[in-house]
Nanobody, 127 residues
Framework: QVQLAESGGGLVQAGGSLRLSCAASGRTFSSNALAWFRQAPGKEREPVAAISWSGESTYYADSVKGRFTISRDNAKNTVYLQMNSLKSEDTAVYYC????????????????????WGQGTQVTVSS
């Protein structure tokens, strides 16, 4: 059974940092793109960041560019999201996801390309 398990969420003050991790089990995703999405209360789920299978290409939403960094460790089947300079508007449930197809580019991130999803981890930024 394929599972994606997020960890690292929590409560942090504005300006602080958090590092999210997402460990995959049940299969390897070394050839798949991995991404982080988020959903705030009353809003639609949106892509935050994505990373190609090799780690050479990344995507960031405009709202997080320069503050968030996505990375992956294929040996550990894990993807990370380092979040710095957090703002209250970053408050959301954060989900990691993996594509069903291999070698999917991350120039444009579409949730329909991502078949595997974690349960989500809450990030709350207090102002």
């Amino acid at each position: 059974q394929v599972q994606l398990a997020e960890s690292g969420g929590g409560l942090v003050q504005a300006g602080g940092s958090l590092r999210l991790s997402c460990a995959a089990s049940g299969r390897t995703f070394s050839s798949n793109a991995l991404a982080w999405f988020r959903q705030a209360p009353g809003k639609e789920r949106e892509p935050v960041a994505a990373i190609s299978w090799s780690g050479e290409s990344t995507y960031y939403a405009d709202s997080v560019k320069g503050r968030f960094t996505i990375s992956r460790d294929n040996a550990k089947n894990t993807v990370y999201l380092q979040m710095n300079s957090l703002k209250s508007e970053d408050t959301a449930v954060y989900y990691c996801a993996a594509t069903s197809a291999v070698f999917v580019p991350v120039r444009n991130v579409r949730s329909d390309d991502y078949l595997y999803w974690g349960q989500g981890t809450q990030v709350t930024v207090s102002s």
